[in-house]
């Protein structure tokens, strides 16, 4: 037969049976022919897509996407023209920085139609924080703090601009100034094929997506700005300022908005034939583990395993034999990779004593779970830099071609943010951003943000495990994990974002105190958070209160409180949240505060917005709220005895029918102020005409949604 033909109906079958393709037994080894180009092209030839049987476990063809596998993608974003920033901004700068020509064209710019003071600072939190609060209440904060590149003197590990930027948030806090704060940089990130300018920046970007989560009504934004700052660029800047994107990137040619979409398996780039000796940092670990037997099941013959503990790392014997076992040498050793000098005498001690090195994996990393308000500019340094500075180090020693893999673990917190992962995120983003840097050298990188694993180590905790899927990240079997892993060591791209995400759980929670256009590519179907449900348990605390005194009352609710706060932050019991202490020191994000709401929604047979925790920031506020909405009866307002309640049937009936109509459509019938006055409020609140308009139906709402639109005058 025609080989290609041959190989066509070979590679049909295999991609049906789901196998991975070997092509020295599609071709017959050292058999090669020619393939015209578009075998390669995303598309398919020998099945139609009535057969494709995709399964989603990441072993598709090219053109199948992995249910696993996303990528950072930039939509271009229509820009209007003719927006002024308006009110009084705040510019802040790095000290000596002040005449820098984008602080002058942006100051300028800003100028045009507000007021703009420019704020020089240095790296002293106190200081920043007293010089705040002696300025006037600002309308915005615009920080160009990431424009010192340079290395800190003390912190080694971090840039100064990054330190600053650091410091910024938490002086803004000490100075209760909850203006939104934006940063901008320039050659964070990279628009297409461009090259990525300014890695030092990439931490910047990932800090800001966590100050999003612990933070979210203060944060206003992430701005790159371009290489030159013209007249046009000015207008770009004053219109994002006044729009609803908070990660955009302004070039020459228009405006572009950072997205999180799925990834298409790629054409493999080469076949990766583990070999030789490779070197794994956090190699005693759980995750550097995995890969170790990984790699010794696949033809590796020498494993060094690089840890700080080395050989006395707990695990480490066994381990030892079992890659023995498999039939690699093996040996843990002690370095710390942020040492140079030591790094260096392993490996110049392991090649004379014959080790060719083909692979190198950089899994060590410090976790982290400390809010960005209680994290010291030298915790943050500490945190960043076993992933930061061994990473420089291991790209300066192997930094020719001599590498068939050379593999960062990175994590999805330097993607889209994690609260109390500041530092880690930080870190994680720049393995990302070196991985781009070696690929434009010419010499192998693939960076890997990994969400969790279900094994120990990099956050994968057993007790962590069950609280993420809870919010729907759920744990990759490390089996899946390490497939992926091959695919993208093969594969073209240098960053590859690998997590298994139940988006119609982790999108609402996510998105629901702030949304996030990042996540706008990603079609779902939100599901009812936690608490939303109307059938709730008869027992609820209410009727519990109604046979307490007032002192009772109050201890009771607070201590409700208190246990379900230190429950959704991770706590062993109450007495570790103090009452007046702000959520947010405590490191509640607005994931925590989703579940927070949902827990006290159920335990008290009430329906708390879901900015409730943001709005009532203490044990102490919120309980006071809770008590004024359960009323000294107990039962929240609405509550009816169980002999009035209305029929079933009957109310799902009516629901059904509310749910056809758009809002639009009953005032034009005379009806919407009827119905809201029906239901306890007053006339209606303004809403769009239009039916289309996403909120403009009713099909989203429960009539206690109706009730408290009603009384609370916002929009439906």
């Known amino acids: 037969h025609d080989p290609v033909e041959t190989l ?53 063809t090219d053109a199948a996407e992995d249910s696993t596998r996303y990528r950072i993608d930039w939509e271009r974003l229509d820009c209007p023209t003719g927006t002024n920033v308006e009110g009084a901004w705040l510019l802040v700068v790095p000290a000596g920085h002040e005449e820098h020509e984008l602080v002058r064209g942006c100051a300028a710019r800003f100028g045009e139609g507000a ?20 300025l006037p209440v600002p309308a915005g904060v615009f920080s160009l703090l990431a424009l010192d590149t340079g290395l800190h003197p003390v912190h080694h590990g971090m840039a100064v601009g990054g330190a600053l930027a650091h410091l910024l948030v938490q002086a803004l806090g000490d100075a209760d100034i909850d203006a939104p704060l934006w940063f901008g940089t320039r050659g964070a990130v990279a628009v297409g094929d461009e090259p990525l300018d300014a890695v030092e920046h990439t931490g910047v970007w990932a800090l800001g997506c966590v100050v999003a989560l612990e933070h979210p009504t203060r944060w206003g934004g992430l701005i790159d700005l371009p290489a030159t700052f013209d007249g046009p660029a000015g207008d770009r800047l004053a219109a994002v300022l006044g729009a609803s994107e908070d990660q955009v990137a302004i070039r020459a040619d228009g405006v572009y908005g950072r997205r999180v979409v799925r990834a298409r398996q790629e054409v493999a780039e080469s076949t990766w034939q583990p070999r030789g000796t490779a070197l794994i940092t956090g190699g005693t670990g759980g995750l550097g583990a995995h890969v170790a037997r990984w790699l010794a099941r696949h033809g590796t013959e020498r494993l060094i395993l690089l840890s700080r503990s080395g050989p006395q790392a707990a695990g480490a014997a066994e381990l030892l034999a079992e890659l023995t076992a498999l039939g690699a040498r093996a040996e843990a050793v002690a370095c710390d990779v942020t040492d140079r000098a030591a790094l260096e005498g392993v490996i110049g001690d392991a090649r004379e ?9 950089h899994a060590a990393g410090l976790s982290q779970r400390t809010p960005i308000a209680d994290l ?8 960043t830099a076993a992933k930061v500075i061994g990473a420089v180090h291991l790209d300066q020693i192997f930094d020719n071609d001599e590498l068939d893999a050379f593999v960062l673990f990175s994590s999805v917190s330097g993607v889209w943010g ?19 840097l070696r690929r434009a050298a010419g010499v192998h990188a693939v960076s890997i943000a990994w969400g969790p694993w279900d094994a120990e180590g990099m956050g994968a905790r057993d007790d962590q495990v069950a609280h993420l899927e809870r919010r729907g990240l759920r744990a990759l079997p490390p089996e899946a994990a390490l497939r992926a892993l091959r695919e993208a060591v093969e594969g073209t791209a240098a960053e590859v974002v690998v997590a298994d995400v139940e988006w119609d759980r982790f999108l609402p929670v996510f998105t629901s105190v702030r949304p996030s256009p990042l996540f706008g590519g990603l079609a779902t179907a939100p599901r009812p958070m936690a608490g939303d449900h109307a059938d709730r348990a008869a027992d609820t605390l209410g009727h519990e209160l109604r046979v307490l005194t007032g002192p009772q009352r109050t201890a009771r609710v607070r201590s409700l409180v208190r246990a379900e706060v230190a429950k959704v932050l991770g706590h062993r019991g109450e007495q570790a949240v103090g009452l007046e202490t702000p959520f947010s020191e405590l490191g509640m994000d607005s994931l925590a505060a989703v579940d927070l709401r949902g827990a006290l929604n159920d335990r008290a047979g009430v329906t708390l917005p879901v900015t409730v925790v943001f709005e ?23 509550d009816a005895p169980d002999d009035a309640a209305p029929d079933a049937d009957e109310d799902t009936r009516i629901r059904a029918v509310l749910s056809a109509l758009p809002v639009a459509r009953l005032r034009e019938a005379g009806l919407l102020d009827r119905l809201l006055d029906l239901a306890g409020g007053g006339p209606a609140p303004a809403v769009s005409d239009d039916p289309a308009e996403p909120g403009s139906g009713i099909d989203t709402m429960d009539l206690d949604d109706l009730v408290r639109a009603a009384l609370d005058g916002k929009s439906l």
């Open 376 to 383: 010291g500019v030298a915790e943050f340094a500490d945190i």
């Open 616 to 638: 009532r920031p203490s044990v102490q506020a919120l309980t006071a709220h809770l008590l004024d909405l359960l009323g000294p009866d107990g039962d929240a307002p609405g």
């Open 8 to 60: 066509y109906a070979a590679l049909g079958r295999l991609h049906v049976d789901g196998a991975r393709i070997d092509w020295h037994t599609v071709l017959g080894r050292g058999s090669l022919v020619d393939l015209p180009t578009y075998a390669f092209q995303r598309e398919h030839f020998w099945l139609g897509a009535d057969t494709d049987t995709d399964t989603g476990t990441g072993t598709g």
């Open 353 to 361: 004593r014959g080790a060719e090195f083909t692979t190198v994996v």
């Open 115 to 134: 007021s703009t003071l420019v704020l020089s600072v240095d790296d002293d939190r106190r200081s920043m924080a007293d010089r705040l609060r002696r």
């Open 418 to 436: 994690a609260a109390g992962q500041s530092a880690y995120a930080a870190g994680n983003a720049f393995l990302d951003g070196l991985a781009r």
